[in-house]
């Protein structure tokens, strides 16, 4: 009888030391809708910090930064598009482009509320391919063979393997970015290797720095580092943002988000919205010219919630172009889709 009830012991301890932990999480349910609290084993939750970067208070959740000196955050951006276009007599002609930048931020110093980052340009890739043929210019690899692709090159070997110095916030505000000037000067002196004339030379880097300068570094670090309102959401509330899509303003993409999920040290937000269907006629004698326009975007983004840093972000975006010529008794059209991944990190989908 002893032994027996020994048995009985050592199996009611083993069942209960088999029995695993499990912790809550908050999501949305994808029937639904609704916000749902659910248990999940624990050691399927990455670790949070007792005051992670995104926390809740009454159940709003807003985001800051926490990051640690010494460590350093990627910030690889990759998109791809695939444009298929269809000629009046319904021949198909296809391309695909990729392109991505790879960056990364160490924090070198913390002083108060202010992170004192050096912004790493790690390398630059660009392909395209056509008809059966890919072209590709990676800083990464020797120069390529052709001529009209050693410009291209050349520029992106000069903008790499540089350093810029940034300050930011805790709240995720950009305030500065310095060290431009250094870099404008090797793009310069990289350009003067294959363009001769200074005219075409002064124009280049006139171009490159429309593009690659401060203002236009903090406007999209403070549009892609911090997405969560300042004042905070709730699980399952919507919040929209809407750019400009021209130059004149007249077009808007609007970007509807939702906090999807915080948990298992994630906090999950989608993305959907575009540019609306939109129809353009212009009338000469009897000829009529219309253009149909529409963009749709469809994703998701993912933040660390210790760190509040960007981890993944995989964003799917379809534009629908269709232009047509008409006469009144015949008309041509010529159709143009656009298929693309938007995303930052790629590797941690």
Not at 122 to 143: C, E, F, M, Y
Request: charged share 25%; hydrophobic share 30%.
């Amino acid at each position: 009888m002893k032994n027996i009830a020994a048995l009985a012991l050592i199996s009611s301890i083993a069942l209960v030391s088999c029995k695993k932990e499990t912790t809550k999480i908050t999501k949305i349910d994808p029937k639904t809708g609704k916000t749902i609290t659910v248990e999940v084993p624990a050691d399927s939750v990455a670790k949070v910090t007792e005051n992670p970067a995104i926390k809740d208070s009454a159940g709003v959740y807003t985001q800051t930064f926490k990051l640690e000196k010494g460590k350093t955050y990627p910030l690889t951006t990759y998109q791809r598009d695939t444009k298929t276009m269809t000629d009046p007599q319904g021949k198909t002609l296809n391309g695909t482009s990729e392109s991505t930048d790879e960056m990364s931020f160490t924090v070198n110093d913390i002083k108060g509320n202010i992170y004192d980052i050096t912004l790493n340009l790690i390398a630059k890739r660009n392909s395209q391919s056509a008809d059966g043929k890919t072209i590709v210019v990676d800083t990464k690899l020797p120069i390529p063979k052709e001529d009209d692709l050693k410009m291209i090159w050349n520029i992106n070997r000069a903008l790499t393997g540089n350093k810029l110095n940034m300050k930011m916030d805790t709240k995720g505000n950009v305030i500065s970015i310095t060290g431009f000037d250094p870099i404008y000067t090797k793009v310069s002196n990289a350009v003067g290797t294959i363009v001769k004339d200074a005219n075409q030379k002064a124009s280049v880097v006139a171009s490159l720095k429309e593009s690659f300068n401060e203002k236009v570094l903090k406007d999209q670090f403070n549009k892609n580092l911090t997405i969560i309102p300042k004042k905070g959401v709730k699980i399952g509330e919507k919040w929209t943002n809407s750019e400009n899509a021209d130059p004149n303003g007249k077009i808007k993409v609007t970007s509807n988000y939702t906090l999807k999920s915080v948990g298992n040290g994630i906090a999950e937000i989608s993305v959907t919205g575009g540019i609306p269907k939109k129809n353009e006629k212009q009338a000469q004698g009897a000829i009529t010219h219309s253009l149909s326009s529409e963009l749709a975007q469809n994703g998701t983004i993912k933040f660390d919630q210790n760190t509040g840093w960007i981890t993944n972000q995989n964003i799917k975006v379809v534009t629908t172009q269709i232009e047509t010529i008409s006469d009144g008794k015949q008309s041509q059209s010529m159709k143009s889709v656009s298929n693309s991944s938007v995303m930052v990190n790629p590797s941690a989908k």
